[in-house]
């Protein structure tokens, strides 16, 4: 896998049963490029390791008066150059590669893990642990891959210096090779103590971050109460805290770093006091004692290798543990007396098509099924946070943790699987997204099958767009579903733009379709047509439209009134108009108490009827 190719098609099925378990799997997945990262960086330290050897033999071709040596030694020296750079240049690339890759593929894990979850994430996970784990969790986790393999290369290297030195030079050799090892040994008590400082430096950043984000959520409100200062100084306190942990983790790294260098010079030292002894009996050359010290010379360099795995699996094995925990969270709970209803089965999904009425238990909105429901909320923030509730999609609120789902035929959406959710029920936003590309790309949606294009298309009133896009596409083509629309649909009107968003939802024919504000943008006769296609069109299907278009309303089975989010009046637009004064107040735009017969009068005259009969639409 290379980088142009990311995203992956798949990032694959994790073991999340621990922190090792999903770094194992992290590590074969990347198998590939972790042979690749270690050929690369075993031939680029075996060059290292053969420059000490090639000097060696020009020292004693100087100390011998050999020409022919010596030149011999200079070509060897130069090539060696060569393969140290090339190698060294490629096992930089394929171990960006391995980081980047695996960063890639846990990122992919975990934006998959959050659109499975929805709304239910973080009810079972701090939102500012999510925050950590996306962020610096992913990053300390791509260190560790990318790590590895040169640590591998680096400890390959070692094993095959020391067996050179014990059959070239055995005397010298036994003292490289019982040293080396009592220099890895030696940092490892030091290991325990600087993981856990480590780990306590992150669980402190970590509620750091979780004080933080919740701070920032809830700003407006602590402006409100004059809490600003409070929570300034508990965050204050906190970043403190992270600051002492992070000296205290620092202190333990340094002593290890410490230990890296003091006892490797003192390996060095004694290798050349005992090689200087040996030179001096005349049981070694002058080259071969020049050859031994740059080998152990050498060996300081893979040793740095140890402390850095050291440090990256210490620092990775808990970014992986909350990574983890987080891919372990399944949408979908146990079944129980309270989650196996509405058609559910034993597993947690359902027996079939989910069908039935729409209820949310918050709002008291209830939306019979096959029907045209129009809630009326009279604020456009609220509407817009229902039509998040009754898709699945709403953030879980700090001081409403156990607020339940949605129900679909008394099956709860937040604990559906997530494909049978997303089939279930679509939500079209206030300020739809249109992609650039064509028309008939545009309306090729996953859907039932049962709408076709040309249908949603008129059912949105969508002929003038169809005009206008024809033109676009120059002379001798005619067919306006082959003309692009560019990125947003900035070229478009902003009632065009809702209406081809329209079509592009009635093409799905999900079983329940929730629209907000689907004609703000529109002109009152266009508006008025729309309902029509938009009531023929979903006649059996259940729809609700968040609005308060008396246009609209008209053309509603049942228009609930939620003033402030909750349910207060149930019925029919003409209803409500005669017996509820506040509904009334909100679709004329009157006084709550205007009495009916006047209400009667300023729907007839009113802002949309005004609208009607000057037939303008308005633009973005």
Known sequence: ?????????????PDVRSGGRFLLWLGRRQLGGQLKSLGWGTLHMAGLATVPLVVGVAVQAVVDRSGGRLALAGGLIALLGTVIAVADTMLHRAAVTNWITAAARVQQLLARKTAEMGSTLTRRVAAGEITAVSTGDVEKIGWFVEALSRFTAAAVTTVGVCAVLLVAQPALGVVVAVGVPLLVLAVLPLLPPATRRADAQRAKAGRATELASDTVAGLRV?????????FLDRYRRASQEVRSAAVRSARMWALISAVQVLLPGLLLIAVVWYGVTLAREGRISLGELVAVYGAVTFLLFPLRHFEEIAMAYSFSKPSAKRAARVLALRRTRPAGPDTASGGADPAGGVGGPLTGDLYDPVSGLHAPAGLLTVAVCGDPDVAGRLADRLGGHAPQREEEPDRPSVLLGG???DELPLEEARTAVLVQDKDPVLLSGTLRELLDVPSRGTVTAADALDAAQCDDVLAALAQGTGPGSGDPREARI????????????QRLALARSLVTDPEVLVLDEPTSAVDSHTEARIADGLRRLRAGRTTVVLSSSPLLLDRADRVVF????????AGTHRE?????????????????????????????????????????????
């Open 411 to 413: 099956a709860a959406l």
């Open 486 to 497: 560019t990125e947003r649909g900035r070229s478009l009107s902003g009632g065009q733009r």
């Open 562 to 569: 939620l003033p402030g989010g909750e349910a207060a009046a």
């Open 222 to 230: 602590l402006r409100g109460i004059g809490g600003e200062e409070l």
């Open 1 to 13: 896998m290379q980088i142009h190719d990311l995203p992956y098609t798949d990032p694959g099925s």
């Open 576 to 620: 409500l108009l005669r017996t509820h004064p506040g509904y009334r107040a909100v679709v004329t735009r009157g006084a709550e108490d205007e009495p009916p017969h006047a209400a009667a009068a300023h729907h007839r005259n009113g802002p949309a009827a005004r609208t009607a009969r000057t037939g303008i639409e308005e633009t973005a």
